[in-house]
T-cell receptor, first 106, second 114 residues
């Protein structure tokens, strides 16, 4: 997506932690979504941040800094089923990042 | 509860043939509706969105068109497919309180143009 930057791919082992960063343009910003997309499937909602700080939801946490135009998704205690693409989507932009492919190895 | 349907699930079409993909939503009224395309290994590209019956906004110039004949029906069409139209087509809906709220995606249609 335009003006939304995420790493292309990250590899980690089972049980590890991975942090996926996302930077975006701050104009017209009104919150940020993270979606998970398994290969060949539709994206599904993971989290929504509208205020600065960390939102924790089980093994997944999402952080937002509005002034820096920066967010990250933190995946803890990685499981094989977490292998998927993770998409960053600033609300109000109708755009998604190209996604970060996370590969979890045994 | 709300559900979103897309069909067909897969489609193989020759170059130059027409296309019609259908998306319907159940369990909600006056949703915002979206069509996305995802090329292999790439991100989501917004093609069209609609905030109401007969209201279509196009994001990317192309040989595709969209229509919304009913409140919960969104159709993606082409008169003549190109090879570059191959991809994974996703329909999505969101609540009407502003664009780009949380979006709920249909199962997608995988289109291969030969």
């Amino acid at each position: 997506g335009q003006n939304i930057d995420q790493p292309t791919e990250m590899t980690a082992t089972e049980g590890a932690i991975v942090q996926i960063n996302c930077t975006y343009q701050t104009s017209g910003f009104n919150g940020l979504f993270w979606y998970q997309q398994h290969a060949g499937e539709a994206p599904t909602f993971l989290s929504y941040n509208v205020l600065d700080g960390l939102e924790e939801k089980g093994r997944f946490s999402s952080f937002l800094s509005r002034s820096k135009g920066y967010s990250y998704l933190l995946l803890k205690e990685l499981q094989m089923k977490d292998s998927a693409s993770y998409l960053c989507a600033p609300r109000g932009k109708l755009q998604f990042g190209a996604g970060t492919q996370v590969v979890v190895t045994p | 509860s709300q559900t979103i349907h897309q069909w067909p699930a897969t489609l193989v079409q020759p170059v130059g043939s027409p296309l019609s993909l259908e998306c319907t939503v159940e369990g909600t009224s006056n949703p915002n509706l979206y069509w996305y395309r995802q090329a292999a290994g790439r991100g989501l590209q917004l093609l069209f969105y609609s905030v109401g019956i007969g209201q279509i906004s196009s994001e990317v110039p192309q040989n595709l068109s969209a229509s919304r004949p009913q409140d919960r029906q969104f159709i993606l069409s082409s008169k003549k497919l190109l090879l570059s139209d191959s991809g994974f087509y996703l329909c999505a809906w969101s609540l009407t309180s502003g664009l780009a709220n949380e979006q709920f995606f249909g199962p997608g249609t995988r289109l291969t143009v030969l």
